[in-house]
């Protein structure tokens, strides 16, 4: 590199971040990170009319999850502020100002209804979309006289009408672009906002933004950039087009694939870590092997030669199994502290709170292994919280047992229970296996009907580390209270 990386992610607050905005984000971050240079964030909030209320604070809110921290940018400030391009309307102006007065730009002063029209025409004819240049050679009195009726002007770029403009992307290569298929695009709004293509080649030359990472959906904008560099005689960045992320139907990931927010994956409990890794893989890797790589990997390995140049699929169930592996390599006390909030949220509302953390701290191990997000906690430990079990979908009868059968095992469980002294986990054990026998049952009989008497599911954690947990007290009342029904079911 023959001068210092700085990259940028300027998303605009017209929605809330998505996992294909983070994905750029990412991309940025980490090349600037990997080639020790300067990762910047800027607010493109021009697009007054499709502002979106708390966007700004979700995005950056995105970033902190994912621990992508920026260098220059909201809250953080920096020498090339402001970071909001909203702030930074002098700059545009200045530029349009120039490009006008040195004819690379003009006042369009064509009405909505017109352009509507005009575009309708297009498609009756099957041309090409674009603005047919009406206001592009008007005479100095035909502009006072549109200025006269009040009309407020559009101010457009000069695009050249022959010859080509080429860039070389970093991931495609030399791209080509007729100057002859790019119209005059806007610069400036009437409302005096700048569009994308102005405010983002000024911010990213004041900036020194060394290098543009952006989705490919942008390749086809990029000649109308490059176009803008020259007519203002500025260095334009390096160009990185990433392929953009598709859904399991190979078309552009869209919401109705499913929840494509990031800070919905963050409520439905996945671990930063987890996206981090996982968005790290969608269009790049380190060999056709490795799907496990911390923070500390990806900025040591990243490289933009190994970003594809095919789209790649979003795969939720890779995602579910990659963040069970996570949470797995949680230790305990990580697993206690990240899961609370969702238990907090999860858990019936009958349940006490504020939770006793202690007692948490026993139940969280035992149900580790077997959460895929931690959203999960609370219907794999509610059993654990509720006063209460309600055995009508999972009545307390063993496998190839009626009623009476898994009444005389519970009663005889019971009052084994009552004798111990210990109630552990090995005592728990050395006191009922032996039963089974003793009521010629195989251990998988007794064992399942005790363990739908004790939390009215099929599926728990092993079952002596559970009745451990839940205490005496609590077991003895829930085989009672699963006789009781099986009292019921045989009446």
Request: hydrophobic share 40%.
């Amino acid at each position: 590199m023959n001068k210092s990386v700085r990259t940028r992610f300027a998303p605009s607050p017209t929605g809330f971040p998505h996992v294909g905005n983070m994905r750029t984000a990412l991309f940025a971050w980490l090349f600037a990170r990997h080639e020790g240079g300067s990762f910047i964030v800027r607010i493109e909030d021009t697009d007054v009319t499709r502002k979106v209320k708390g966007a700004v604070e979700a995005i950056l809110d995105g970033l902190r999850w994912l621990e992508l921290d920026w260098d220059e940018g909201p809250e953080v400030g920096g020498k090339y502020g402001p970071y909001f391009q909203s702030q930074r309307l002098k700059l545009y102006h200045g530029a349009a100002e120039r490009l006008i007065s040195q004819g690379d730009a003009y006042y369009c002063y064509c009405s909505p209804q017109r352009l509507e029209e005009m575009r309708a025409e297009q498609v009756r004819r099957k041309q090409p979309p674009g603005y047919d240049r009406h206001c592009r050679e008007l005479s100095a009195e035909e502009r006072r006289q549109k200025e006269a009726e009040g009309i407020i002007p559009v101010v457009r770029f000069k695009t050249p009408l022959e010859g080509q403009t080429r860039f070389n992307d970093l991931i495609w290569g030399g791209v080509t672009f007729e100057n002859s298929t790019i119209d005059d695009f806007v610069l400036l709004k009437s409302d005096g906002y700048p569009t994308y293509h102005l405010a983002n080649v000024v911010d990213d030359h004041a900036m020194e933004i060394s290098h543009v990472i952006r989705a490919e959906e942008w390749i086809s904008s990029t000649p109308r950039h490059l176009l803008l560099y020259q007519a203002l005689n500025l260095e334009p960045p390096q160009f990185i087009h990433h392929p953009m992320i598709l859904g399991p139907d190979r078309v552009k990931l869209s919401k109705r694939h499913g929840a494509v927010s990031i800070i919905e994956y963050r409520e439905q409990g996945y671990l930063p870590e987890t996206m981090l890794n996982f968005l790290a893989l969608i269009g790049w890797s380190l060999d056709d092997k490795t799907e496990l790589l911390s923070r500390q990997e990806l900025v040591d390995n990243f490289s933009l030669e190994r970003i594809g140049k095919t789209g790649a699929i979003f795969n939720r169930d890779k995602l579910g199994w990659m963040n069970g592996v996570y949470i797995r390599g949680l230790s305990p006390e990580d697993f206690v502290q990240r899961s609370l909030p969702f238990l907090d949220k999860g858990l019936p509302l009958e349940v006490k709170r504020p939770l006793d953390i202690d007692y948490v701290r026993q139940i969280m191990p035992l149900i580790q292994e077997r959460a895929k997000t931690l959203a999960d906690v609370a219907e794999l430990t509610k059993f654990f919280f509720v006063d209460e079990l309600d055995y009508k979908k999972h009545p307390p009868i063993g496998k190839n047992m009626d009623a009476a059968a898994s009444a005389t095992a519970l009663e005889a469980s019971r009052q084994r229970l009552q004798a111990l002294e210990m109630f552990d986990e090995a005592s728990l054990e050395a006191s009922l296996r032996p039963l089974a026998g003793e009521l010629d049952l195989n251990t998988g009989q007794l064992f399942g009907t005790l363990r739908v008497a004790s939390t009215a599911e099929v599926a728990t954690p092993p079952l002596f580390q559970t009745m451990a947990v839940l205490g005496k007290e609590r077991c003895l009342i829930r085989i009672k209270s699963a006789l009781d029904r099986l009292s019921v079911l045989r009446s």
